[in-house]
């Protein structure tokens, strides 16, 4: 599956992306190695090498456990077809939801990150032939359905048989 990431909205995202790399950055050694590897790893998600994406995450979340890592890693075993790691890596980000609201220490809010979850647990789900699939997907259209820009939308309606 190939999504388009050229949209306003994605180009929002980026900007925004960038701004808190940029501070993280700032924030000392420990935190732009977790950084420098996470946004590595997410270059490698793009270009298909699963097994060193995992592992750049992997390492990544032993120097610093954080919620995104976790994130990554997530989707990192999802295209690797590691369905089960997968999920449970999701589950994780769904407990420490709190933190998806300021993923970047910097007082602004992230908490437009936190749906994505429910639409990889969704393609989890899928992957494992799991009819829990339907939920995460209902999920993910209660908090992000009137969302005019959502690039997923249509997607996950058309999962779901809308």
């Known amino acids: 599956m190939i999504l388009n990431f050229s949209g306003p909205f994605v180009k929002r995202q980026l900007a925004s992306f960038s701004h808190h790399a940029h501070s993280l950055l700032r924030r000392g050694p420990l935190s732009t190695a977790m ?29 610093l456990d954080t919620w995104i890592g976790r994130f990554e890693l997530a989707r990192a075993y999802l295209e ?33 990150y936190f749906p994505l979850v429910y639409y990889y647990q969704g393609r989890v789900c899928e992957g494992l032939k799991s009819p829990g699939y ?17 690039p997923l939308t249509p997607e996950i309606r058309r999962r779901l048989g809308r």
């Open 35 to 63: 950084h420098v590897r996470s946004t590595s790893s997410t270059g490698l998600i793009k270009h298909g090498d699963s097994r060193q994406t995992i592992k750049a995450l992997t390492d990544a979340n032993t120097l």
């Open 80 to 112: 690797a077809g590691l369905f089960l790691e997968a999920d449970s890596e999701l589950e994780r980000c769904v407990k420490r939801r709190g933190e998806a609201f300021e993923l970047f220490l910097d007082n602004v809010p992230t908490n437009g």
């Open 134 to 150: 339907a939920e995460s997907y209902r999920n993910y259209l209660r908090i992000r359905g009137q969302a005019g820009e959502d």
